[in-house]
C-alpha cells in the first residue's frame, strides 16, 4: 500500500547572517501557499505512488478506462443510456484526475525548489561568512549587497538572545566578528540560491500557465523587474488555491461516484449474464417447440395421408356395396320374375285341378245312379276282377266293363288330384321360401343403402374437413333471388351501343409500377366518361399486338367484349371496374418488367389478358360462401376464391357464345378450346386456390428441379397464374397515397361483409369470426398471410420486380405505425420457414445460355426426413444454424391454429370418430408389434 506523503512545514521566518531579509511578504505568500498545498496533498496519496485509475473490461458490450482515457469499443448492438452516461462520468473523472495531478506535481515542484532555495540560502551564509571581511573594506557596490545588509540588520534587531546565552552573558569580539562573517556568507548564498529559486518558480508556473507570461509581458518593467513577475506568479496561485481545493473535493465525489458506477456495471454485467441466459434458455425452448410443431405438422400431413387411405377404402366399399346392390337388385328382379311363371303356372294348375274335379265329380254322381240298380253285378264284377273266371260277353257285361273304366278313371282322377295336391303344396312351400329369401334381400338392400348414405355422409364431412355446414333459414331461403347478392348477367344490345373512341395514348401508364388510376381519370375527361376499364384493356391489347394481323371485325369484337366486361360490374364499393383495370395494369406491367413475354405465344398472351381483365367481373360486395350457403347448401363451406372463378368462368364462356364477342374467330376450332382450356386453367388451377402455400409449394419444388425451362408451357402458366395472385391485391404495392385509399373501399367491403354474415349465420372458410379494428390491421393481415409471399416467391423467379417488394415493405412500415394491434406485437413469422429458405440468387433457364446448371437445388426444403436419436442430439444442429436476434416466432398464429383444429376437431363429429379408429388401430398394431418383437 503506498505511503502518504506530506509536505514539510518551513518557518514563518528566515535569518541571514542575524539580519531580516526584505521583502519577507513574499516569503510569508510562499509558506502559506505550502501550507495550503500540504493540506491538500496529505490527504491524498501522490499521483505517482496511487494504483492505476480504475479500469472496467466487458467482454460483450466492451468499455475499456484506463489512465490514458477511456476507449469504447462499440459492439454490434446499440449503446444503452447507462453506457453513455458512464463514458460522461469516466471522461470528466480522468480529466479531473489529470488537473489534479498536474496541480500535485506543480505542487512537488514547488516543494522541490524551496528545499533547493534553503540549501542555497544555506551555502549563501557561507559564503557571507567568508567574504565579510572583505566587505567591510569595501563599500557596498549593488544593490544587492545593500538589500542583503539591511536584511541582516532587521533580523538581527528582530532577533532575541535566547536563556541559555543571556546566562552566559557577552562573548567576545573576535567570536562575534567570526559568527558575523559566517551569518553573511550564509546570507549571501541563500540570496543567491533565493533568486534562482524564484526564477525557476517563475519559469514553472509560466510553462504551465500561459496567461501569466501574458501578464508579465504587459508590465512595462516586466525585462527588469523579475521580483515582480515572481510576485505576480505567486499573487495567481494564491488566488486559485480555493479553486484548487474546491477541484480536490469534487475528485473525491467523483471518486466515490466512479466507486458506484463501477460497482453498477458490476451488477449490470452480471445481470446481463443472468438475460443471456435467461435469452439463451427461451431461443432453446422455442426451438424446442418449433421441432415439435415441425414434428405436428409431419404427423398431421400422415394423419392426413391416412384419411385419405381411408377415404379411397371408403370409395373402394362405395363401389362395392353399389355393386352389390345392383347384384341383389337384379337378383330380386330374377326372383320376381320367377315368382311371376310360378304365380301365373300355380294359376293354370288350380283351373286344370277345378275341371278335373268337375269331372270326377260328375262321374262320381253317375256311379251313385248306376249302382242302386244292379247291386250283385257289382258283387261278380268285384270278384271277377280277383279271380280268373273270364266273364261272358253281353249287354250286362259290357255295362260291367264300362263301369270298370269308369272305376279305372276315377282313381286316375283321385290319383291326379293327388299328385297336384302335393305339387302346389311343394309350389306353395317354395312360394313361401322365395317370399322369405325376398325379404331377407330387401333388408340387406336397405342395411346396405343405409349404409351407402352414411358413407357418402362421411366422404363429404371429410372432404370438407373443417367447414361448417350451416342450415338455411326461411328468411335466407327468401333472400336468394335478391339483386344485390348475384344479379343476372345482362348481355348489351351491341346494335345499339357506339364504339368510344381509341386514339388515346396509355402505353407509358400501363406499363408503370406506380400508376394512380384516379389521377387518370381526372386528368382526361374521354377515359372518365367510357371507362378506365375499356382504355386500359384496348391500351394492353394494343401494346402487346394482339390483334395486328387481324380484321376489324376481331377489334370490333374485343372492344363489344371490353364494354360488356366493363357492364358486369356492379359493386360500387370496392369490387368495381376501375378496381379491376387497376388489377390488370398492374399485372400488365409486372409481365412487361418480368421478360416473360418474348417466352409467350399470341395465344397465351390473349388469354392471360383476358383473365387479368374478367377474373373480377362476378365480384359483388359479398363474399360468394353468401352466394353458395344462399344457392347451395352442399357448397357452403367452398372457399370463395373458388366458388367466385368458377362464376368468372361461366360468365365468361356466357359472353363467348356471343356471336358479336369472337375476338378470336380466325383460328381454328382446336386453338379455339385451346384458349379456353388455357384462361380455364388461369382461373381454375389443378390444386385449387384454397391455399396459398400449395401453389408456393409447388412452384418451388420447380424452382428445386433446377433453372426454370421457360419453353414449357406448363412452367409459363404456373408463372402467369402467380402474377396474376400478385395483381389482385395490386393497391398493397402501390405508393402508400394510392393504397390508402383503395385499402379504406376494401375496409368498408369487409364491414359489409361482416353484417350480412352476422345477419344470416353464415360463415365460411374466408369469413374470419372476428373483424379487424382498424384499416390498418386489415391491411397487415392481407400483406401478411398473402401479398407478401407471394412477393418473395416471385423475386425469385423475377429479381427485376425488386421494387414490388421494396414499396410493399414500405407501406408496411407505415401501417405497422398507424395499427392499434400490431404495435407491441410485430408478427414476422413468415410461414415459407416452414417450406423453404429463399437463396441468394437465382438463375433463371435461358436457351441461350451455356453455363452449366450449378444452381440446380437452389431452394432447399426445411421440412426433410431427417434422423436423430433424440431431442437432444438434433437440437445442438439446430443451434448452430441460429443467429442471436435472427429468431421471430408468431405465437399469436401458432395458438390460432391450434384453437381452429380444436374447434375442428370437436365439432366434426364423423372426423373425430374416425381419428379415434386409426388411433386405435395404430395403438392396436403397435401393441401387436412389441408383443411380436
Not at 638 to 658: G, R, V
Request: hydrophobic share 35%; net charge negative.
Amino acid at each position: 500500500m503506498p505511503q502518504n506523503r506530506t509536505f514539510s512545514r518551513p518557518s514563518l521566518g528566515l535569518d541571514v547572517g542575524g539580519v531580516s531579509l526584505p521583502d519577507s511578504n513574499g516569503l510569508r505568500r510562499i509558506n502559506d501557499l505550502k501550507q495550503s498545498l500540504s493540506g491538500i496533498v496529505a490527504s491524498r496519496s501522490v499521483s505517482s505512488e496511487r494504483g492505476a485509475s480504475p479500469r472496467y473490461d466487458y467482454n460483450r458490450n466492451t468499455i475499456t478506462i484506463n489512465e490514458g482515457g477511456v476507449k469504447l469499443c462499440e459492439s454490434e448492438s446499440s449503446k444503452s443510456v447507462a453506457e453513455r452516461f458512464l463514458l460522461t462520468s469516466q471522461r470528466r473523472v480522468e480529466e479531473l484526475m489529470g488537473e489534479n495531478h498536474r496541480l500535485e506535481l506543480l505542487c512537488m515542484t514547488q516543494e522541490d525548489d524551496l528545499k533547493k532555495l534553503r540549501t542555497e540560502i544555506a551555502l549563501y551564509k557561507q559564503e557571507q561568512q567568508q567574504q565579510q571581511p572583505q566587505q567591510q573594506e569595501q563599500k557596498p557596490c549593488d544593490s544587492a549587497d545593500n538589500l542583503i545588509e539591511v536584511r541582516r540588520r532587521r533580523l538581527n534587531t528582530c532577533k532575541t538572545p535566547s536563556l541559555s546565552r543571556r546566562s552566559k552573558g557577552l562573548s567576545s569580539a573576535t567570536e562575534e566578528d567570526r559568527r558575523v562573517g559566517s551569518e553573511a556568507s550564509v546570507n549571501t548564498s541563500f540570496c543567491n540560491g533565493f533568486e534562482s529559486t524564484v526564477r525557476k518558480l517563475v519559469r514553472d508556473a509560466i510553462s504551465l500557465f500561459p496567461e501569466l507570461n501574458v501578464f508579465a509581458s504587459e508590465s512595462p518593467n516586466a525585462a527588469n523587474n523579475e521580483w515582480e513577475s515572481a510576485r505576480d506568479v505567486l499573487l495567481f496561485i494564491h488566488n486559485h488555491l480555493a479553486d484548487w481545493s474546491c477541484l480536490t473535493s469534487e475528485l473525491k465525489g467523483l471518486g466515490t461516484t466512479t466507486t458506484v458506477l463501477s460497482q453498477t456495471l458490476s451488477d449490470v454485467e452480471m445481470n446481463q449474464y443472468s438475460w443471456h441466459t435467461t435469452l439463451l434458455d427461451l431461443i432453446k425452448r422455442l426451438q424446442f417447440a418449433q421441432n415439435r410443431q415441425k414434428e405436428k405438422v409431419r404427423a398431421k400431413d400422415n394423419h392426413i395421408q391416412e384419411l385419405r387411405r381411408e377415404i379411397d377404402l371408403l370409395n373402394n366399399d362405395i363401389a362395392c356395396a353399389i355393386a352389390d346392390r345392383d347384384r341383389f337388385s337384379c337378383r330380386c328382379e330374377d326372383l320376381e320374375r320367377a315368382l311371376c311363371r310360378q304365380v301365373e303356372d300355380q294359376a293354370t294348375q288350380r283351373k286344370e285341378l277345378e275341371r278335373l274335379r268337375r269331372e270326377s265329380d260328375e262321374l262320381r254322381n253317375e256311379t251313385n245312379l248306376l249302382r242302386p240298380s244292379m247291386p250283385l253285378c257289382s258283387h261278380d264284377h268285384s270278384t271277377g276282377l280277383s279271380g280268373t273266371t273270364p266273364i261272358p260277353e253281353g249287354d250286362g257285361n259290357r255295362d260291367d266293363r264300362n263301369r270298370i273304366i269308369m272305376n279305372d278313371s276315377t282313381r286316375g282322377l283321385e290319383e291326379g288330384i293327388e299328385t297336384n295336391g302335393s305339387g302346389l303344396r311343394e309350389m306353395n312351400s317354395s312360394t313361401h321360401f322365395i317370399d322369405k329369401e325376398k325379404e331377407h334381400l330387401t333388408q340387406h338392400v336397405k342395411e346396405l343403402q343405409e349404409h351407402l348414405e352414411q358413407l357418402q355422409k362421411e366422404l363429404d364431412m371429410v372432404k370438407r374437413f373443417s367447414s361448417n355446414s350451416s342450415s338455411l333459414t326461411d328468411a335466407a331461403v327468401c333472400e336468394l333471388n335478391r339483386p344485390r347478392f348475384l344479379p343476372p348477367l345482362v348481355l348489351l344490345n351491341l346494335n345499339d351501343t357506339k364504339l368510344p373512341d381509341t386514339n388515346i395514348d396509355l402505353s407509358s401508364i400501363i406499363t408503370s409500377l406506380d400508376t394512380d388510376v384516379f389521377a387518370i381519370k381526372d386528368k382526361n375527361e374521354i377515359v372518365k366518361s367510357n371507362g378506365l376499364f375499356f382504355h386500359i384493356g384496348y391500351s394492353i391489347a394494343n401494346n402487346l399486338s394482339l390483334f395486328k394481323d387481324c380484321s376489324l371485325n376481331s377489334v370490333s369484337a374485343w372492344e363489344f367484349f371490353l364494354l360488356q366486361l366493363q357492364s358486369t360490374f356492379t359493386d360500387t364499393i370496392f369490387y368495381n371496374a376501375d378496381h379491376a383495370a387497376d388489377n390488370a395494369q398492374f399485372f400488365y406491367a409486372l409481365l412487361f418488367h418480368s421478360g416473360l413475354i418474348p417466352y409467350m405465344s399470341r395465344l397465351e398472351l390473349t388469354a392471360a389478358v383476358t383473365t387479368a381483365l374478367c377474373m373480377e367481373c362476378r365480384y359483388s360486395s359479398v363474399s360468394a360462401c353468401f352466394l353458395s350457403a344462399l344457392q347451395d347448401p352442399d357448397a357452403a363451406g367452398t372457399h370463395s376464391c373458388i366458388l367466385l372463378e368458377k362464376l368468372c368462368l361461366d360468365a365468361l364462356n356466357e359472353m363467348m357464345t356471343q356471336k358479336n364477342f369472337e375476338f378470336i374467330e380466325e383460328i381454328e376450332v382446336h386453338e379455339n378450346k385451346l384458349f379456353l382450356d388455357t384462361v380455364k386453367g388461369l382461373l381454375l388451377p389443378p390444386n385449387g386456390s384454397f391455399g396459398i402455400d400449395s401453389f408456393i409449394q409447388s412452384i418451388l419444388i420447380e424452382l428445386n428441379k433446377g433453372p426454370l425451362r421457360l419453353e414449357d408451357p406448363i412452367v409459363r402458366q404456373q408463372l402467369v397464374r402467380l402474377l396474376l395472385l400478385l395483381s389482385r391485391d395490386a393497391f398493397t404495392m402501390r405508393p402508400f397515397a394510392i393504397s390508402k385509399v383503395w385499402a379504406e373501399k376494401r375496409y368498408h367491403a369487409l364491414q359489409e361483409e361482416a353484417r350480412l354474415a352476422k345477419e344470416h349465420n353464415l360463415y365460411g372458410f374466408d369469413i374470419s369470426s372476428l373483424l379487424c379494428s382498424s384499416i390498418a390491421d386489415a391491411q397487415l393481415q392481407l400483406i401478411e398471410l398473402k401479398v407478401l409471399p407471394l412477393c418473395r416467391v416471385m423475386l425469385l423467379v423475377f429479381p427485376s420486380l425488386q421494387p414490388c417488394l421494396l414499396t410493399l415493405q414500405a407501406n408496411m412500415q407505415l401501417w405497422l405505425q398507424q395499427s392499434k394491434v400490431f404495435q407491441n406485437v410485430h408478427i414476422h413469422f413468415d410461414r415459407l420457414q416452414y417450406f423453404f429458405t429463399l437463396p441468394d440468387a437465382f438463375e433463371v433457364y435461358d436457351k441461350d445460355n451455356k453455363q452449366d446448371s450449378a444452381t440446380h437445388g437452389a431452394v432447399s426444403l426445411l421440412v426433410k426426413d431427417e434422423k436423430s436419436d433424440g431431442e437432444n442430439s438434433s437440437f445442438p444442429a439446430t443451434q448452430s444454424q441460429v443467429k442471436r436476434g435472427s429468431i421471430v416466432v408468431s405465437t399469436e398464429g401458432f395458438l390460432a391454429f391450434q384453437k381452429e383444429m380444436l374447434s375442428v376437431y370437436n365439432e366434426n363429429i364423423s372426423l373425430r370418430q374416425s381419428l379415434e379408429e386409426l388411433l386405435r388401430t395404430v395403438e392396436s398394431a403397435t401393441v401387436h408389434t412389441d408383443s411380436t418383437a
